[in-house]
């Protein structure tokens, strides 16, 4: 109970009107249960898990005899402090039919930071730094997300408050309900990886204006930048994270101006999480990015390009093969990369 102690209950209330703030206002709840409308009812990934005190949690060789609580969250994440109380209570209330496990959503985090934020609240539920896969397979849209697995093996909710919905969906999945659930969650299909040194995928992906960007084989041979960003770092992580999101604004305003180099192909890549395509748009016309812009909603590209912060540039040369990872807040280092082009 000591994180209760350190943070009150009295902090959970009115947690989700700290997230990041978006075009429509879309409420954090409301995100959470579209992106679970679709596991509902569907069988748990049966995935192989490790702590990042190195223990292995085998997901689907706890279906069956206990219930799974799942909460996505992050250290940067305003409203996923002010639930932590009620996470770690769980925990420590769970009895043997409850598994509650913290999965680091992995975007702008490290081992290190976990470490210090897990010090500091006095956490002692196991956490997993997520590698992107879990978040994948569970349709990770926000932070905080909980996911709730019945007994049976089943998905049973999706949520995004620490309210009497999550209280009460945790008591209903340790009912023993139906059998262990047949058959598994569908194989998520992974591009392969790309490193520095390999091609650019054989796709395309559709920008906001709904025109297609090829990745390779354009009609006119270019070097290509990929900028991997979040439309509210700047603003939202100005408080949580003020370096990485000083970071942000000084890539973009480098970006800007490096982007008007016609032998350039440009696109910006956004990160699904807290973001739609209109958030999106919102941030175009805020900060008037003039980039194509496209919204990488599941994270496919992010997990491809192996991508777990924001900003970061890539460089791929005019025969579509990646040659640099750029250290964003290195301007000189940015601006000579592009010039050498």
Same mark, same amino acid.
């Given at each position: 109970?000591?994180?209760?102690?350190? %943070?009150?209950?009295?902090?959970?209330?009115?947690?989700?009107? %700290?997230?990041?703030?978006?075009?429509?206002?879309?409420? /954090?709840?409301?995100?959470?249960?579209?992106?679970?409308?679709?596991?509902? /009812?569907?069988?748990?990934?049966?995935?192989?898990?490790?702590?990042?005190?190195?223990?292995?949690? @085998?997901?689907?060789?706890?279906?069956?005899?206990?219930?799974?609580?799942?909460?996505?969250?992050?250290?940067?994440?305003?409203?996923?402090?002010?639930?932590?109380?009620?996470?770690?209570?769980?925990?420590?209330?769970?009895?043997?039919?409850?598994? !509650?496990?913290?999965? @680091?959503?992995?975007?702008? *985090?490290?081992?290190?930071?976990?470490?210090?934020?897990?010090?500091?609240?006095?956490?002692?539920?196991?956490?997993?730094?997520?590698?992107?896969?879990?978040?994948?397979?569970?349709?990770?849209?926000?932070?905080?997300?909980?996911?709730?697995?019945?007994?049976?093996?089943?998905?049973?909710?999706?949520?995004?408050? #620490?309210?009497?919905?999550?209280?009460?969906?945790?008591?209903?999945?340790?009912?023993?309900?139906?059998?262990? #659930?047949? /058959?598994?969650?569908?194989?998520?299909?992974?591009?392969?990886?790309?490193?520095?040194?390999?091609?650019?995928?054989?796709?395309?992906?559709?920008?906001?204006?709904?025109?297609?960007?090829?990745?390779?084989?354009?009609?006119?041979?270019?070097?290509?930048?990929?900028?991997?960003?979040?439309?509210?770092?700047?603003?939202?992580?100005?408080?949580?994270?003020?370096?990485?999101? #000083?970071?942000?604004?000084?890539?973009?305003?480098?970006?800007?101006?490096?982007?008007?180099?016609?032998?350039?192909?440009?696109?910006? !890549?956004?990160?699904?999480?807290?973001?739609?395509?209109?958030?999106?748009?919102?941030?175009?016309?805020?900060?008037?990015?003039?980039?194509?812009?496209?919204? *990488?909603?599941?994270?496919?590209?992010?997990?491809?390009?192996?991508?777990?912060?924001?900003?970061?540039?890539?460089? #791929?040369?005019?025969?579509?093969?990646?040659?640099?990872?750029? !250290?964003?807040?290195?301007?000189?280092?940015?601006?000579?990369?592009?010039?050498?082009?």
């Amino acid at each position: 109970m000591k994180i209760m102690r350190r %943070l009150g209950l009295s902090a959970l209330v009115g947690a989700w009107v %700290l997230a990041p703030v978006m075009a429509a206002e879309t409420t /954090g709840q409301e995100r959470a249960e579209e992106a679970g409308k679709a596991l509902i /009812g569907s069988p748990a990934p049966r995935m192989v898990v490790k702590t990042i005190d190195g223990d292995t949690i @085998d997901l689907g060789a706890l279906y069956g005899k206990k219930a799974v609580y799942l909460k996505f969250w992050a250290t940067w994440c305003v409203p996923c402090r002010q639930q932590m109380p009620h996470f770690e209570h769980t925990y420590e209330t769970a009895g043997p039919d409850l598994a !509650v496990i913290a999965i @680091d959503a992995g975007f702008n *985090d490290s081992l290190e930071e976990i470490q210090r934020y897990r010090r500091a609240l006095g956490i002692t539920m196991p956490i997993v730094l997520d590698d992107g896969q879990l978040g994948a397979a569970l349709n990770l849209r926000v932070t905080p997300q909980h996911i709730v697995i019945g007994r049976d093996g089943r998905i049973q909710y999706v949520g995004h408050l #620490a309210d009497a919905r999550l209280d009460a969906a945790l008591v209903a999945a340790r009912q023993p309900g139906l059998p262990n #659930a047949s /058959g598994s969650a569908p194989a998520l299909v992974e591009s392969p990886r790309i490193d520095v040194g390999d091609r650019l995928p054989a796709q395309s992906v559709t920008t906001l204006d709904g025109k297609p960007f090829v990745f390779r084989t354009p009609a006119t041979p270019r070097p290509t930048v990929l900028v991997f960003l979040s439309p509210w770092c700047e603003s939202y992580l100005a408080t949580t994270r003020p370096a990485i999101s #000083a970071s942000c604004r000084r890539t973009r305003e480098q970006v800007s101006a490096l982007a008007q180099n016609q032998h350039v192909r440009w696109l910006g !890549v956004a990160s699904g999480l807290w973001a739609s395509a209109e958030d999106l748009r919102k941030y175009r016309d805020d900060y008037k990015v003039r980039i194509p812009l496209t919204l *990488d909603e599941s994270g496919k590209l992010f997990r491809a390009f192996r991508v777990t912060d924001v900003p970061t540039v890539l460089i #791929a040369d005019a025969q579509g093969k990646l040659i640099l990872r750029i !250290v964003p807040d290195d301007s000189e280092g940015l601006r000579k990369a592009i010039d050498s082009l």
